[in-house]
Every structure is written in C-alpha cells, then in structure tokens.
C-alpha cells in the first residue's frame, strides 16, 4: 500500500474523529450559583382547594344532632375561643375546622348521648383579623385584608420602633390541636433592599417583631404574645421555626 505525500482519506477522518472527541471532553461551564434571594423573590404559593376554614373567636356555629334534634344549638365562638354545649360542657373551638370539632363534639357527648351524631355548620363568619405585637408603634389587632402581607400589617400599626429586630420577625400561624407553626421572616430586607414580600397573611396569624433575636417559639407565645392575646389556644408541642 502506498501513502504518498497526499493525506489518505481515512486519515482525514481520523482527525475529524479526534477533533470531534476533544470538543466533548471539553467540561460544561459550571452553573451559576442560585441568587440567596430567589425564594424572597417568589410569588405567594396559590391557596390550596383542599384547605378547610378553621373556627376563629367571633363565628357563630349551628350543633345539630342528627338523632336527638332537641340539643340542637346555635352558639357564638367566646373570645377566649371556647364554646359551651349541654352535652359537652366546655370545649375549645379555636383552631378547629367544623369537622374536627364534629368529631370532638360527638366524642364528649357520647356520657349523655347513645351514639351520637354531629354535624357543625358555620353561620356567621367574624371579622377577619390578624394581630401584630412586640415592637410596633401600636400593636393590637389588623383587619384582614385580601392579599395583605406581614409589612403591610405592620405599616397599619404605625410602622417599627427604633427597637425592632426586623431580621427576626416571627410569623406565628395557629394549626389542628392548638399547635402552632412559625416561620421566621427577614423584613430587614423588605425595608431596606426592597425585596418584594412572598408572604401573604391569613386569619388567626400573628406577626410578632422583637427586639432581640428568637430562637425559641415557646417564649414567645407564653411570655410575651399570650399575655396580650388571652384567647391564643396553648402552644402545645410538634411545632416548626424555621430559619
């Protein structure tokens, strides 16, 4: 076989090979690390279809039993959120959705009742409130309003005080069994960067602002915020604060 002074066409395609080969070996560049203040920057997550009304201080309920109709009642939610039924006594409602408190309702009556069946209809809804405390000119309650969020809630007490640690806001949001959740906000970063809020308030939430930073949820509820808000269900325990 003779290779003269032309390259052969197999060479050819031998480099074209190699050249190809090295091009893929080639690393990709290495991703752009994520921005620390994409999650600030998100959209509020859509409220979830399945997600049932919870009894607040102020509604009105209708207790019917299906079986025996004549301990029917038709009673206010007291503001320490409690309720008071002949068959019961008195129970917690706060907190609760109607389903949950059916179930609680039926299980209390069944001394009295001989299978009792209970159905909870919400009659009258009361004014939808959140409550801000700690260091806010005038902490107390704020109407709900749709979409508000937690700066928002804070602007209608007046704003900060000096005092306020605002990297360490605490949003406390009341759950099933008078547990709450809490999430710690940043809202030094709202004020100061103006990084768009992603968090929307709903009813029963308390936006507490202190003054030093807070790590621990149950210091917070007892000492501070129940002594202002009597009517808070207790904290209990299986609660979350997030960093």
Same mark, same amino acid.
């Given at each position: 076989?003779?290779?003269?002074?032309?390259?052969?066409?197999?060479?050819?395609?031998?480099?074209?090979?190699?050249?190809?080969?090295?091009?893929?070996?080639?690393?990709?560049?290495?991703?752009?690390?994520?921005?620390?203040?994409?999650?600030?920057?998100?959209?509020?997550?859509?409220?979830?279809?399945?997600?049932?009304?919870?009894?607040?201080?102020?509604?009105?309920?209708?207790?019917?039993?299906?079986?025996?109709?004549?301990?029917?009642?038709?009673?206010?939610?007291?503001?320490?959120?409690?309720?008071?039924?002949?068959?019961?006594?008195?129970?917690?409602?706060?907190?609760?959705?109607?389903? =949950?408190?059916?179930?609680?309702?039926?299980?209390?009556?069944?001394? &009295? *009742?001989?299978?009792?069946? $209970? !159905?909870? #209809?919400? /009659?009258?809804?009361?004014?939808?409130?959140?409550?801000?405390?700690?260091?806010?000119?005038?902490?107390?309650?704020?109407?709900?309003?749709?979409?508000?969020?937690?700066?928002?809630?804070?602007?209608?007490?007046?704003?900060?005080?000096?005092?306020a640690k605002?990297?360490?806001?605490?949003?406390?949001?009341?759950?099933?069994?008078?547990?709450?959740?809490?999430a710690r906000?940043?809202? =030094?970063?709202?004020?100061?960067?103006?990084?768009?809020?992603?968090? &929307? *308030?709903?009813?029963?939430? $308390? !936006?507490? #602002?202190? /003054?030093?930073?807070?790590?621990?949820?149950?210091?917070?509820?007892?000492?501070?915020?129940?002594?202002?808000?009597?009517?808070?269900?207790?904290?209990?325990?299986?609660?979350?604060?997030?960093?």
């Amino acid at each position: 076989m003779s290779f003269g002074t032309k390259p052969s066409t197999w060479m050819i395609g031998l480099a074209l090979l190699a050249s190809v080969g090295a091009g893929c070996a080639k690393k990709a560049p290495a991703p752009t690390p994520a921005n620390v203040n994409v999650a600030a920057l998100a959209p509020p997550a859509p409220p979830r279809a399945t997600d049932e009304y919870r009894i607040q201080a102020g509604d009105e309920l209708h207790v019917r039993f299906t079986y025996q109709p004549e301990m029917n009642e038709q009673i206010p939610v007291r503001p320490d959120g409690r309720i008071s039924l002949a068959t019961t006594g008195e129970i917690a409602a706060t907190g609760l959705t109607p389903t =949950e408190l059916e179930r609680l309702v039926a299980r209390k009556s069944e001394h &009295r *009742l001989k299978n009792p069946e $209970v !159905v909870v #209809v919400v /009659t009258k809804i009361a004014e939808q409130r959140v409550y801000v405390g700690g260091e806010v000119m005038k902490p107390g309650y704020v109407t709900l309003l749709a979409g508000m969020t937690p700066l928002q809630a804070v602007v209608q007490t007046g704003g900060f005080r000096p005092t306020a640690k605002m990297d360490s806001v605490l949003l406390l949001t009341p759950g099933e069994g008078g547990k709450f959740s809490a999430a710690r906000m940043d809202m =030094e970063q709202v004020v100061a960067d103006g990084i768009p809020e992603r968090v &929307r *308030l709903h009813p029963g939430d $308390v !936006v507490y #602002v202190p /003054t030093t930073w807070i790590a621990d949820m149950n210091i917070v509820v007892d000492q501070y915020v129940r002594g202002l808000i009597p009517a808070l269900p207790r904290v209990g325990v299986g609660y979350s604060l997030s960093q």
